[in-house]
């Protein structure tokens, strides 16, 4: 199945237009688990505790999203 990473940051939204062929869920969460951290470390504090990466399936639902800000203690500091 084909996932889309949606970037959502306040009134900005960057669209996925490509899109990843993964197996199932649990690779798109890890896949984004990987691409938030990517995005933190390119463009450390750029993202709002708001800022959220959304995963979409290729049949337009919404299978989760989350946090691209690190929370506050989460980063083990």
Request: no cysteine.
């Amino acid at each position: 199945m084909r996932y889309y990473f949606n970037v959502i940051d306040g009134q900005v939204e960057i669209s996925d237009s490509e899109g990843a062929d993964l197996p199932d869920a649990q690779a798109a969460h890890k896949e984004a688990f990987a691409l938030a951290s990517e995005l933190r470390a390119e463009f450390p504090g750029q993202f709002q505790p708001h800022s959220v990466l959304e995963v979409i399936s290729e049949t337009g639902q919404r299978v989760f999203a989350l946090p691209i800000a690190m929370p506050s203690g989460a980063d083990g500091k």
